[in-house]
């Protein structure tokens, strides 16, 4: 798949011509909702490319003259690095239904696309099992409510988990040459499974990974 990525209005004060534009988490909960989508179909995707890495679009840094930050999107393809070299494992959500695409229904409607009915739930997710420990990354979609995340591993259990999260309380919320540590990674924190099942809050917006060794 060629050319992922959101496109919005270019940054002011840049070239109209140029695609520059700036990088928020709501950029980052969106990579994530496509990285798992593409994770969740690896049987059928063997590629897929980001639109552009620098700048331009959704892109993983900006650069001005000699200074370089690294935006949300960046943060994402991070959380999401321990996925590379797994093995996909079915992620099943069973959380409320936030929207039903009835806005991009009216939009295709209008302008006679065929739309195909999908469902964005609270919570998105994928995960992947490397030397005998499972990844699972998901995203609360819901820009202003928390939700609670009940994991339930359908073999095993669940040890030595470590929980890293990528949030900030406002959706909009993007990293400047001026502040470039606005959004970042949170510190690892240790979590405690019962039995086969791992509750944990995800804040509103927010994407968290969840690791842990499978006994």
Known sequence: ??????WHPVEKGK????LYQQNTMRDACV?????????????KLFMANIAQLINVLQALLLVEDDKCIKTPTYHVFNLYRPHKGGQAV???SAAETVSDGEASKDFCRTNYLD??????????GSASIK???????VVNTHPSHPVELDLDIH?????E????????EDIHAHNTFDKPDVVQLSSPKSLEAHGKELRVTLPAGSICRIMGKLT
């Open 1 to 6: 798949m060629d050319e992922w990525g959101s």
């Open 15 to 18: 070239p109209t011509g140029g």
């Open 31 to 43: 990579a994530t909702l496509t990285l798992d989508l593409f994770h969740n179909h690896a049987d």
């Open 90 to 92: 079915r992620f099943v």
């Open 115 to 124: 739309k195909q009915p999908f469902e964005l739930r609270a919570v998105h």
């Open 131 to 137: 030397d005998n420990k499972l990844c699972v990354t």
């Open 155 to 159: 073999q095993g259990r669940l040890s």
């Open 161 to 168: 988990i470590e929980f890293v999260s990528l949030y900030h």
